[in-house]
């Protein structure tokens, strides 16, 4: 075996170290796209027709809470964007734990995620869609 210096290693491990989260966080965008399975029935990942149930969620790290103009929301949703409330990932990950805990009257129909893992891959992914949409409450 070759003898490398021992400042080279400590390079080496710093450099590996370094990539490590940037690794990390791109498995859990794979994992959370298939995760989204569980959403897609109900969410489209782009803009447009045809519409589902649910808003798109392009863009949605970022989004003003409840503000596509074209999508009718819940009142709750709705002010909650109109006083300034954006979905940050935490946000996100704490709403998909359990929609109704945050917005009692949502109709978003669904029971929530109670793995922090599987939530963790979930935002990873989300952040990676699109560019964000207009954060400004759409005027009604
Ligand atoms: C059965 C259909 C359905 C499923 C499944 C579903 N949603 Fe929803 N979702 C909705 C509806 C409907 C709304 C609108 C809520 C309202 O206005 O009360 C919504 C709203 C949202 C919003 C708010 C978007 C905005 O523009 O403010 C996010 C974020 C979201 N859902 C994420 C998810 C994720 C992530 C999943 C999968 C883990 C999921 N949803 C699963 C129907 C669904």
Redesign the pocket.
């Given at each position: 075996m070759a003898i490398v210096p021992r400042q080279s290693v400590q390079i080496i491990a710093l450099v590996l170290l370094s990539l490590w989260p940037a690794a990390a966080r791109a498995q859990d965008a794979e994992a959370g796209r298939k995760?989204?399975r569980?959403?897609?029935?109900?969410?489209a990942l782009v803009p447009g027709p045809p519409l589902?149930?649910?808003?798109?969620?392009d863009g949605?790290v970022g989004?003003?809470?409840?503000?596509?103009s074209d999508?009718?929301?819940?009142g709750?949703?709705?002010n909650?964007?109109r006083a300034g409330g954006t979905?940050t990932e935490e946000r996100?990950s704490q709403?998909?734990a359990d929609?109704r805990a945050m917005?009692p009257?949502?109709?978003?129909?669904?029971a929530?995620?109670p793995s922090d893992q599987e939530r963790r891959d979930?935002?990873a992914f989300?952040a990676t869609l699109g560019d964000p949409a207009p954060t400004r409450p759409a005027a009604r």
């Open positions: 995760l989204f569980r959403c897609a029935a109900c969410h589902r149930a649910g808003p798109h969620l949605v989004r003003a809470i409840g503000s596509l999508y009718s929301y819940n709750s949703l709705r909650a964007g979905w996100l709403f998909i929609p917005f009257d949502t109709k978003m129909n669904f929530g995620i979930l935002v989300l």
